[in-house]
């Protein structure tokens, strides 16, 4: 995907991924920790990363995204996430 989306942002890094991060969310307390490069839940996450197995994850309300990344590596999987549509956000 070459298009850039037509609303303001900012990418941000953890040890799990890369982000988008609309910056009409910037304030809510999932980006907040995330646009600081740190993990989101980190115990919740350790937790199912220990007890996923291969197969398929569909995540409904993914908000950022930033479980995915962790999750579909633990399972050796690929991902497949679609773009924020920035009118859900607000």
Do not use: W
């Amino acid at each position: 995907m070459s298009e850039r989306p037509d609303f303001d942002f900012e990418i941000c890094v953890n040890e799990y991924g890369v982000y988008c991060v609309p910056d009409i969310m910037r304030k809510r307390e999932v980006c907040r920790i995330v646009l600081k490069g740190k993990v989101n839940e980190p115990r919740t996450l350790n937790f199912i990363r220990s007890i996923v197995r291969q197969g398929d994850v569909v995540s409904g309300g993914a908000f950022i995204g930033d479980f995915l990344p962790p999750i579909s590596k633990a399972m050796g999987a690929d991902q497949t996430e679609l773009p924020p549509e920035i009118r859900t956000l607000t």
